[in-house]
């Protein structure tokens, strides 16, 4: 276990992952959480990082920081989506390497997957056919990433372990419609939707795909508990998944997420639009062995996430 007085970086503590992080790591009664905004530091800036781990020596890092969205945000940027994950895996990897870091934990995702893989997708199928087109510069990034981690465990003994988590959500997210994910994607559209229709507007929404895509969500308190779990009990090379196993399709999800939102709502299928991956399930095996699981329910952490959007948006005085 890791003594609750270690420095721990949070790389990335403002996002859905790193905000979920310092919530665990401080309910768990770590004393030293370290953290650094990117006005303090870029991350994709190999001196400004070198020079903040050599200030402040964290003992173990949780590398959770990147440039994430959906399929929009991976199909209009695709050079911001490679560039910046390849640059700040690469500088946060390589000085935590040079300041003698103990352990490193790098959030992967389950992207990094072939789009044919065999589901659900065991950890070996990494490499073993060509990647969904729409994220694959993400993904190239993701891999990359992985790789890092065994390079330097191999060539230098470096104690960093990767972890691929599947699809996340919880408050912390972006409801930004340009660059979101699905979950708050949705969330946000009937949300919009209900207050839409108090003026008069249709209480339509039009959502991506034929809706028969097939997905698995894992609520981000979840993942911040696995990775603690893992920073605590894993020290393989090869990466882990964290998932919950189970998977539901975009129209289920897309219908509980409208019971939860804006009941009333009617539900529109633009199929121009691509599904993605046709199913993309991670196999959690190795992690359940190790002794983890899940324990936050899909319509449990949707109702909770809606309630912390509602909030947020009070807060700023928006509707
Ligand atoms: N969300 C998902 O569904 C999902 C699924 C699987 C894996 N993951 C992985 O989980 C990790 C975190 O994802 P997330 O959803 O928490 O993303 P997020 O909410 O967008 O947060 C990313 C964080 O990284 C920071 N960051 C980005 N570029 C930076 C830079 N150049 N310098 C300093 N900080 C920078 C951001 O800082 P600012 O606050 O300043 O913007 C933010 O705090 C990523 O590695 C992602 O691949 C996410």
């Keep these: 276990m890791i003594d609750r007085d270690a420095r721990v970086y949070v790389a990335g503590h403002r996002g859905?992952?790193?905000?979920a992080l310092v919530r665990r790591l401080t309910a768990?009664?770590?004393?030293?959480?370290l953290t650094a905004t990117r006005d303090q530091v870029d991350l994709r800036d190999q001196s400004e990082v070198s020079d903040w781990f050599t200030a402040n020596r964290p003992d173990y890092?949780?590398?959770?920081?990147?440039?994430v969205g959906g399929?929009?945000?991976?199909?209009?940027?695709?050079a911001e989506f490679i560039y910046d994950n390849l640059m700040i895996h690469g500088t946060v990897v390589h000085s935590a390497y040079e300041t003698g870091v103990r352990k490193l934990l790098y959030l992967g995702s389950s992207c990094i997957y072939p789009r044919q893989a065999t589901q659900p997708i065991t950890e070996d199928q990494l490499l073993t056919g060509p990647l969904e087109a729409t994220n694959q510069w993400y993904a190239i990034a993701k891999i990359a990433g992985v790789k890092l981690c065994e390079a330097y465990r191999q060539q230098y003994g470096c104690d960093f372990i990767s972890a691929m988590p599947t699809n996340l959500y919880g408050p912390g997210d972006n409801f930004d419609l340009e660059s979101s994910h699905v979950v708050p994607a949705?969330?946000?559209?009937?949300?919009?939707?209900k207050l839409g229709a108090a003026t008069g507007e249709p209480n339509e929404v039009s959502v991506w795909g034929t809706g028969s895509a097939m997905r698995e969500f894992l609520h981000v308190d979840d993942l911040a508990s696995a990775c603690v779990f893992l920073m605590d009990r894993y020290s393989e090379s090869g990466h882990i998944n964290v998932g919950t196993g189970?998977?539901?399709?975009?129209?289920?999800?897309a219908e509980t997420i409208r019971e939860v939102v804006n009941p009333d709502a009617e539900l529109l299928w633009d199929t121009s639009k691509p599904d993605g991956t046709p199913r993309k399930l991670l196999d959690v095996t190795r992690l359940s062995e190790l002794g983890w699981k899940p324990e936050v329910a899909l319509r449990e952490g949707l109702e909770s996430t809606y309630a912390w959007f509602l909030a947020q948006r009070h807060l700023r005085g928006v509707g």
């Design 61 to 67: 890092v949780f590398l959770v920081a990147g440039t």
């Design 16 to 19: 859905l992952v790193g905000s």
């Design 186 to 193: 949705l969330m946000r559209k009937f949300h919009d939707a």
């Design 246 to 253: 189970v998977d539901l399709s975009i129209r289920e999800l």
């Design 28 to 33: 768990d009664g770590f004393t030293n959480v």
């Design 71 to 78: 399929i929009h945000a991976n199909n209009t940027r695709p």
